[in-house]
Structure formats: structure tokens, C-alpha cells
């Protein structure tokens, strides 16, 4: 079995946040016209955000990150007048935003700790500049992303079940975030400094998961030439996610209830119980009253992992979550940061008229077409190729943009 290894470890997501913290947000409201509303975003992220009339002398807060706009940093004597002030507060990045520059443009300074965002005038005021400005400033701060009242609420919802520590079933379609979600509720627990641990249900033969969930000793099995502790194990103190729970063989369903249960797990191979303190979240896209008819499930491990249930909708019916999902893919697809290109408004439309049958998953792949199409750092409905069934919906304005002639090197007879 140890060829199989490296396969079981695709399998298995490890998220050890000992230390981890998120940093305050700081809006400068001089002159900024967008401050409210940007503050206003922010927060829908579930980050800590507060709008001040300048930054002041000194923060309690650790690793601030600050932002304002071109304006109130100009009013202050230009750039190194504004990096002075900064520097007492020891911020973990400053973030100044131009609404009036000639073009789109991010730059990055002093190594990533100063970004920059130019946005046209025009422009300043569009879902698309707004959200650039949310990601600029979220980057690596929050995963998840409320715009949407629907989506807003869910995760108010969702903070709500972090402090609670209860075990948490969350259903919804594939693509949907429910490993988002997940990953949201454990960083907002008191658990948030201890390992964030996910095992794919569907994906590790019933030969094996038992093993990679309760851990085994060495000898146990053919092949375990080492002992594995498991993952209830590697996750004590912390959270344990049981991706598509629902594809978990029927044998194995009462082991994990007497797991769920007793708080103790039995590694193969081993007598004796050994205590966990495990949150449990599981997720599934089944609708798992039925799977419990169909004898599929059973009722009783259905009980005790929906003590509280969460449901994540199709992106369809959260359509104000579109746009600013499609910033953070492509903040996440692009080459760099700095080399995000342009949406048109008319490309934006494109996005917002969809109905994603495939949810984020099916707009992620649409984002990272238009990383490939688009020209000139500007993405255009002819850069926007959605899936049409079998083939993909390929217009004839962008074979019309795109097409090159053919060189007479790359004919062919």
C-alpha cells in the first residue's frame, strides 16, 4: 500500500493556523468618496473594519492594515509624508487608492508592503473598480466573500455557529463554497489556532479511509511498514472536515458515530481508546433525508452530525456575489496581482446575465479563459467563453478579435 500514499495525501487538506491572526482594516475617509461603501463591502467579508478621519498617532491593533485615497495623501505632503505617519502604526500593508487616474493600473512598492490602485474617473463609481478595491485590500485576509444579502446572511448565520462549537452539516450544490464555508466557521472559533484538517469522503477506497481517519499501528495491515496516527488525531484541538460525507460506505458510518459519540477513536492494530477533542463539519450536495430512506445513510449518524445544518445556494440566486467572485479569481488565476486585467462593463453584464449552472467551479473556468483570450489588459464579452453543453460557446466577435492570419510555416496540406 505505500505506492498508494501519495495518492491518499491529495486527498487530505492540512491547515495548521498556529499564530494565525487577521489584521484590522483602517479606511481614511478625507476626500475618499468610496470610503463608506468600500467600508461597507469589507465588512460583508466578516473582517474588522473601521472608518477614521485620518489614521491616528497609535493603534492597539497589531499589523493594521491601512488604507486611503491619492487625495488625503497628497494633503499630507505626498508619499513620504504618508509613509512617515504609517510607519508608527507598523501596518501590515497601506493600501492608497486613486479615483482619478488616467488608467487602471495596480502597482506595488517597498516590496508589497504599499499598493497602489489607479482607477479612472470614470469609472471610480463601478461594481467592477469597487471590487477590485474590496480584493487590493482583502488579499490574503478573508476566503469568504458576502456580497449578496443571501450570502451576507449565511455567513452571519455561520459566525454565529463558529462560537457555538457544535458540529456543523453543511448542504448545497457542487461548486457552491461549502469548503469555504467550512474553513470560515473553524477560523472564527476559538479553535482557529489549532490544525484545520479535510478528508475527501468520495475520493480514499473504504479499504483505507478507516485507517487514514482513525489511524493505525505499525503491521496493522499489509503495507503499513509506519504507524499513522489518523486524522481525528492530527486534528485534536482543532477541526476535522468530512468532505461528501454522504459517499461514505454504510460500514464505516457506525464507527464514526461511536467516534462522534464517545469523543474517542480506536486506531487499527490498538485495544484501547484514545480521547480527541475534535469539531466535527461535514458537507454533502445529497439530499440526505432521502439518502437516509434509501438506506444509504444511516438515520442516526444523520442526527448527530445535523445538529446544526447550513445551506450554501447556487451562484444563480445570489447574483450580487458574481462580480466581486470573479475579482478574486482573478486575483487568484493571474500572473501577478499587478497584472489584473480590465473588465468592461459590457463584459460584466455578460458575467451577470449567466445562470452558472456549474456555480463558482463553472466561473472559474470562464475567468481563466478570459486570462487567455483578453488583449491589451482588457477583458471584453468576446473574451467571456461560457460552457454550452457539450462544446463551449465560442462568438463570433472574438474569432473576429482574436483570429490571426496564418504564416506559411504554419499551414498545413
Not at 461511536?258 to 439530499?287: H, K, S, W
Not at 496564418?406 to 496540406?413: H, L, M, S, W
Request: aromatic share 4%; glycine share 8%.
Amino acid at each position: 500500500m505505500a505506492w498508494f500514499l501519495p495518492f491518499l495525501m491529495a486527498c487530505v487538506s492540512v491547515q495548521d493556523r498556529k499564530g494565525a491572526g487577521v489584521s484590522k482594516i483602517f479606511i481614511d475617509r478625507t476626500v475618499f468618496a468610496t470610503a463608506e461603501n468600500l467600508t461597507d463591502m469589507i465588512g460583508k467579508r466578516g473582517l474588522a473594519v473601521q472608518t477614521v478621519d485620518g489614521w491616528p498617532s497609535e493603534l492597539a491593533e497589531k499589523s493594521p492594515v491601512l488604507v486611503m485615497c491619492a487625495k488625503a495623501e497628497a494633503a499630507l505632503g505626498g508619499s513620504q509624508k504618508m509613509l512617515e505617519r504609517a510607519r508608527g502604526l507598523r501596518p501590515s500593508r497601506v493600501v492608497v487608492i486613486d479615483e482619478a487616474a488616467d488608467r487602471f493600473a495596480i502597482r506595488k512598492e517597498l516590496e508589497g508592503k504599499l499598493l497602489r490602485l489607479d482607477v479612472p474617473a470614470a469609472h471610480a463609481q463601478g461594481g467592477y473598480a469597487r471590487a477590485i478595491a474590496v480584493e487590493t485590500v482583502c488579499a490574503g485576509l478573508s476566503s469568504m466573500i458576502a456580497a449578496d444579502p443571501a450570502s451576507a446572511r449565511l455567513m452571519g448565520v455561520a459566525d454565529r455557529v463558529a462560537r457555538a462549537d457544535v458540529t456543523v452539516l453543511i448542504n448545497g450544490p457542487t461548486g457552491t463554497g461549502k469548503e469555504v464555508l467550512a474553513r470560515f466557521i473553524h477560523t472564527r472559533s476559538a479553535r482557529a489556532d489549532k490544525p484545520f484538517v479535510a478528508i475527501n469522503c468520495a475520493a480514499i477506497p473504504e479499504n483505507m479511509l478507516e485507517a487514514m481517519m482513525f489511524g493505525h499501528e505499525k503491521g496493522a495491515f499489509t503495507g503499513a511498514s509506519v504507524a499513522n496516527k489518523g486524522l481525528f488525531r492530527a486534528a485534536d484541538g482543532g477541526t476535522l472536515l468530512l468532505d461528501e460525507i454522504s459517499e461514505m460506505p454504510i460500514g464505516l458510518q457506525s464507527k464514526l458515530l461511536r467516534v462522534l459519540q464517545e469523543r474517542c477513536v480506536t486506531p487499527l492494530g490498538v485495544q484501547t481508546e484514545i480521547p480527541v477533542d475534535v469539531r466535527v463539519i461535514a458537507t454533502t450536495n445529497r439530499d440526505m433525508p432521502e439518502e437516509v430512506r434509501r438506506n444509504s445513510f444511516r438515520e442516526d449518524l444523520f442526527y448527530r452530525l445535523n445538529v446544526f445544518p447550513l445551506e450554501t445556494l447556487p451562484l444563480r440566486d445570489r447574483p450580487h456575489d458574481i462580480l466581486p467572485l470573479a475579482v478574486g479569481l482573478l486575483h487568484r488565476h493571474a500572473d501577478t496581482p499587478m497584472a489584473l486585467p480590465w473588465i468592461t462593463p459590457e463584459a460584466v453584464e455578460v458575467l451577470e446575465r449567466h445562470d452558472w449552472p456549474g456555480n463558482v467551479r463553472e466561473l472559474e473556468n470562464v475567468i481563466q479563459r478570459a486570462l487567455v483570450l483578453h488583449i491589451d489588459g482588457c477583458i471584453t464579452p468576446a473574451d467571456i467563453v461560457l460552457d454550452t453543453g457539450r462544446s463551449l460557446q465560442m462568438r463570433p466577435a472574438w474569432l473576429d478579435h482574436h483570429a490571426a492570419p496564418i504564416t506559411g510555416k504554419e499551414r498545413v496540406a
